[in-house]
């Protein structure tokens, strides 16, 4: 009778091992080469140039541990008993905003290597709170994701329309060619968020002048202020190309509301190409 009750003991005590285990590696998060990951994205923020570079390195050199880790900092879901079991553990516990604030650094060291992550980060556009740190995600892994978020531009949550269309204005110019007809679509979206989102898209992929150009103008009398600075900031963007922009953003940049008038002015100096220049003084 000893020797299993023993065992049983043994047993129960691997068992409750293993669930301590698991619990802890859910509040604190995975770790790769023996270190949080939430450590490592810490330290690419780190001011001692060393420690990045050597964060950099770790993590560019072994995709295929931190980009799982780094799928799971986005995923992960704040919840009281979490934070209460953190606490009665003492365990280290980064709530979501810092995860995925640190996981977006993570994808920007990755770059193109995480497209693997674009169906498991998909999902995430329309989650409220994760939707702007997936499309800095997205927008770190550049053109490989422009498929998938093309045909998301068209779904029938708005969330998830304006976070696409906000993860393809965050890539390098010319990666999201692809989407440049749904996109110009988008500027007619029944959303006034998601049709700003679309307009800021538009400009930042330099959609083709010819096209963009018109509609962004027709914009530029939008009912919602939102969108018509998005539509000038666009605008601003093709800098000469949009001269016949000038009529209207002259009259808005009088506007009473800041937005609006600070994105007309910003566009006009753009557009001209050079600094307005400055007043002068009575006595000069």
Do not use: C
């Amino acid at each position: 009778m000893k020797k299993p009750f023993i065992i049983g003991i043994i047993l129960f005590l691997v068992v409750l091992a293993a669930a301590y285990g698991m619990l802890v590696s859910n509040l604190s998060g995975p770790k790769v080469q023996g270190k949080r990951v939430t450590v490592w994205m810490d330290e690419l923020a780190s001011r001692e140039e060393a420690v990045r570079e050597k964060a950099k390195s770790a993590i560019s050199g072994n995709v295929k541990d931190f980009l799982p880790a780094l799928v799971s900092m986005m995923h992960f879901k704040d919840s009281e008993d979490k934070q209460k079991w953190a606490t009665v553990l003492n365990v280290d516990y980064p709530p979501s905003y810092t995860r995925r604030l640190g996981a977006v650094r993570g994808f920007n060291v990755l770059g193109a290597a995480a497209a693997p992550a674009v169906p498991e980060l998909l999902p995430l556009l329309g989650v409220q709170d994760a939707g702007q740190d997936v499309a800095s995600a997205f927008g770190a892994i550049g053109k490989d994701a422009v498929g998938p978020l093309t045909q998301k531009l068209s779904d029938s949550d708005k969330q998830v329309r304006a976070m696409a269309a906000a993860s393809l204005s965050r890539m390098k110019a010319g990666e999201a060619t692809g989407a440049a007809d749904a996109l110009i679509k988008g500027l007619k979206d029944e959303d006034p968020v998601t049709r700003g989102w679309m307009a800021t898209a538009v400009g930042k992929t330099q959609v083709s002048g010819d096209v963009a150009i018109p509609q962004l103008i027709a914009l530029l009398e939008d009912k919602d202020g939102g969108v018509i600075a998005s539509a000038a900031s666009s605008l601003g963007l093709y800098g000469a190309a949009a001269k016949d922009a000038m009529p209207l953003l002259q009259k808005l940049a009088k506007s009473r509301n800041e937005e609006i008038s600070a994105a007309a002015q910003n566009a006009i100096i753009e557009i001209k190409g050079e600094p307005e220049a400055e007043p002068k003084k009575a006595n000069e």
